[in-house]
């Protein structure tokens, strides 16, 4: 029997391992018991990391959607697989069972297949957060399509660059979309999208917000008829272990974004693993995981990881602040959700709230917390684990990645004892090293270096569509032999791994290595900071400084600016030491932040370098009105 779900440390450990000693026989025993092939593989494993090329499971048949669906049907048909919370807290949430879903997936499958889409086309989908989205992906899986998702917030020209750099046929859209009290002319955009992408033929659109949209003539269709036409079955198309299963675009720190491409088998049996056993996800439980299908998590941990295990994961089509702050916990109590997965942008946002409009809400269904996409600030993991998990409630730190397809580093809930800002151990089967910057590996604990994966895992990207290259190049070429991953970390005295932000954002003050997240961690820990993002800046004596954008909460507005500059300056001494004292600190209304939450250091690196006068690309910010009050107050 293979150790599917790991239920204590010395388990862990012993599974760990063995899956480091036999990973093909570790690999093989997990995919035998827990998935549906069609066909075996004849190999396990087989890579090279200096071309690089990385096969799992060859030879083996198998369609992911008979994993996430058909399985379920004899034994969970009528359980819940997606609970639908719309944007509007005053409509009712759709609960659609595997039954349902199955029916819904094949309908939309046979839409595509009506349209001409063939096994290996590229398929882009443009949705907001509504059911569709998920059977979108799933019917593109159904019948051996690509699909690519596109975040549908992101611009006309956004899209339009990653429809054409993967060549999609066809592209399935909403008239628009709901946002809080908003609403978004999602056609709109994929109008003006179309305007640079003479390759997509068709237009399928989603009837969401009944706005009054052009429908262009021959190219777009509303997507409801056709799917009330269209068969509730549809055979499973039958895949190769190693078929791409989806291109998902990320931004790489220069040039155009990376199509990175996933394929089937491997990316099936690692993301419905680590779904398992990082949430514990038991039979009935309810998850819910706050990210957009549009990135990594959602495809992860929204789809094919919690429906591979016949889980029930809920989709939430709002914001959290409409029409209040309350909003998540207010759907939390609402469908007793026991899993809770969210980033930690979110979790400061709703902090600087206060507590007092959680207390609001009965959260005592909660079990297991998570937090991904950044490294977690101390305050944050605090708040979190008090006024939500009301210190019951492990949270899992999970560190991963786009291109790593699921949850690499991470506590295992009620396993491995948490610490607050550390991702702590490597998942089963994952082998990261810590490399100096000669290129050797430092072994041991109580070393900082930078982080690379030395042995293939089942779900890793194999390639960026259309670019091989720069796949080697930017991943594979740095450190010989092993995969670097573009973070630095550090390895404590037991060996729990801390992250400590993108190596691009380390800063080298007077000869010394400064991480931005711990002195960020360290500002935030003042009761009058909301936020912090420090870059450095060129410094005659010291080569390069420190500057701190700082946004205050509201205890912070009242106070002296030089007063506070001080006591910042004085919490970093205390936490890191006097050489990681800012040399400006300036006060800021807001930071600028990509869509998917993160601050967007290379715009702030430039205004402190006081070079402003080309911002590079800021289509894809959250708030770009906060950067002219930057710039104009620029210290
Ligand atoms: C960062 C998101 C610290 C990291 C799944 C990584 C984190 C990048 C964490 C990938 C974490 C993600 N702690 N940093 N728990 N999780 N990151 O591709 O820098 O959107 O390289 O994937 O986010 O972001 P991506």
């Known amino acids: 029997m293979s150790n599917y779900h790991i239920k204590s440390l010395?388990?862990?450990?012993?599974?760990?391992?063995?899956?480091?000693?036999?990973?093909?026989?570790f690999w093989e025993e997990i995919a035998e018991e827990h998935f549906l092939w069609r066909k075996k593989w004849n190999k396990v494993l087989s890579w090279d990391f200096s071309k690089p090329e990385v096969k799992w499971f060859e030879g083996a048949k198998l369609n992911i959607t008979e994993n996430c669906i058909d399985r379920h049907l004899a034994t969970r048909g009528e359980k819940t697989a997606i609970i639908f919370e719309p944007n509007n807290p005053e409509a009712s949430a759709e609960h659609i069972t595997y039954n349902q879903l199955h029916e819904r997936v094949c309908r939309m499958a046979n839409v595509l297949k009506n349209e001409g889409v063939e096994k290996g086309d590229?398929?882009?989908?443009?949705?907001?957060?509504i059911p569709e989205l998920a059977i979108a992906l799933l019917a593109c899986a159904r019948i051996g399509a690509i699909h690519s998702v596109v975040f549908a917030g992101f611009s006309a020209t956004a899209l339009s660059t990653r429809i054409n750099d993967s060549d999609c046929k066809i592209v399935i859209t909403s008239d628009g979309s709901y946002r809080g009290s908003k609403t978004i002319d999602l056609k709109g955009i994929v109008d003006e999208a179309m305007e640079n992408c003479p390759g997509v033929k068709k237009v399928l659109v989603v009837k969401r917000i009944n706005s009054d949209i052009q429908m262009n003539d021959g190219r777009d269709a509303w997507l409801q008829p056709l799917l009330d036409g269209a068969s509730t079955e549809c055979l499973a198309e039958v895949m190769n272990a190693?078929?791409?299963?989806f291109i998902l675009?990320?931004?790489?720190?220069?040039?155009?974004?990376?199509?990175m491409v996933h394929s089937t088998a491997g990316y099936m049996v690692y993301s419905a693993y680590t779904f398992k056993n990082v949430f514990q996800y038991r039979e009935n439980d309810v998850y819910w995981c706050t990210a957009d299908i549009g990135w990594i998590t959602g495809h992860s941990y929204i789809v094919y990881g919690p429906l591979a295990n016949g889980a029930t994961t809920l989709m939430f089509e709002g914001v959290p602040h409409h029409p209040d702050f309350g909003r998540f916990w207010d759907i939390v109590d609402?469908?007793?959700?026991?899993?809770f997965y969210t980033a930690p942008t979110a979790i400061r946002a709703l902090a600087k709230q206060g507590a007092e409009i959680v207390e609001k809400y009965d959260l005592s269904s909660l079990k297991v917390l998570g937090t991904v996409g950044e490294p977690i600030n101390e305050e944050a993991w605090h708040w979190y684990n008090e006024n939500i998990g009301k210190k019951k409630s492990p949270i899992v730190d999970t560190w991963w990645q786009t291109e790593t397809g699921g949850i690499m580093i991470t506590p295992i809930p009620f396993v491995t004892p948490t610490k607050p800002t550390y991702a702590t151990l490597p998942f089963i089967g994952i082998q990261p090293s810590l490399m100096d910057e000669s290129g050797n590996e430092l072994k041991g604990n109580q070393v900082e270096g930078r982080l690379c994966i030395k042995f293939p895992w089942p779900s890793m990207a194999r390639t960026i569509w259309g670019n091989h290259q720069r796949y080697k190049d930017t991943y594979f070429s740095t450190f010989?032999?092993?995969?670097?991953?573009?973070?630095?970390?550090?390895?404590?005295?037991v060996g729990y791994y801390r992250i400590t932000g993108r190596v691009d954002d380390v800063i080298i003050v007077s000869g010394h290595n400064l991480g931005t997240a711990p002195i960020e961690d360290a500002i935030n820990e003042h009761p009058a900071v909301a936020e912090s993002a420090i870059v450095g800046f060129p410094h005659d004596v010291k080569g390069s400084a420190l500057y701190g954008f700082v946004t205050l909460?509201?205890?912070?507005?009242?106070?002296?600016?030089?007063?506070?500059?001080?006591e910042i300056n004085q919490i970093i001494s205390e936490r890191i030491g006097a050489i990681a004292k800012l040399d400006k600190i300036q006060f800021t209304n807001g930071l600028p932040k990509t869509r998917s939450g993160k601050i967007m250091r290379r715009i702030l690196r430039k205004i402190a370098e006081k070079d402003t006068s080309n911002l590079g690309d800021t289509s894809t910010l959250l708030n770009p009105e906060c950067v002219q009050d930057i710039i104009d107050n620029a210290l």
């Open 10 to 25: 010395e388990e862990y450990f012993q599974v760990y391992r063995k899956s480091i000693r036999e990973p093909e026989n």
């Open 122 to 129: 590229r398929v882009c989908i443009y949705l907001p957060m």
């Open 242 to 245: 190693e078929d791409h299963l």
């Open 249 to 259: 675009y990320t931004s790489g720190s220069t040039g155009k974004p990376k199509g």
């Open 334 to 339: 609402k469908h007793k959700v026991n899993q």
């Open 480 to 493: 010989e032999n092993n995969y670097f991953t573009g973070d630095g970390a550090l390895r404590d005295e």
């Open 553 to 566: 909460n509201d205890a912070g507005e009242t106070r002296v600016h030089d007063n506070l500059r001080k």
